[in-house]
């Protein structure tokens, strides 16, 4: 069951993983009951998150307001969510649009997000 919860998983994938688990609980009987109990849960940034899993499965664009540390600014950038990342903080990996290039966002400095109508169109990138 925590597998099917992993950020970024396709909604189809999901709902395989999650009736593939409901067999091996069937097939286990008793034993089922302790996996049953055991609650696994990701630390997210609420709504943001949400909103960019939801993207991620849907591969539409997104439109984010983003507080910038390095330079003490907010900008507004369109960008193509291609994975969410977690090292110490959670981040979206994505395409920008306003700089033509491959970007990290780090999702706690997201003041606004908002799931735009326009399908995800990252170029082909390599995932480090």
Sequence with gaps: RAVATLPGLREGDRQALLRATAKVETAAGEAAGASARLSVTFESEGGVFADVDRAIAERRRLWIRYYSPARDEVTEREID????????HTYVEAWCRRSEAR????????????????????PEVELR
Excluded: K, M, N, W
């Design 81 to 88: 969510p291609i994975r969410l990342v977690s090292v110490g």
């Design 103 to 122: 970007r990290t966002f780090r999702l706690d400095r997201v003041a606004e997000i908002r799931i735009l109508d326009e399908p995800s169109a990252p």
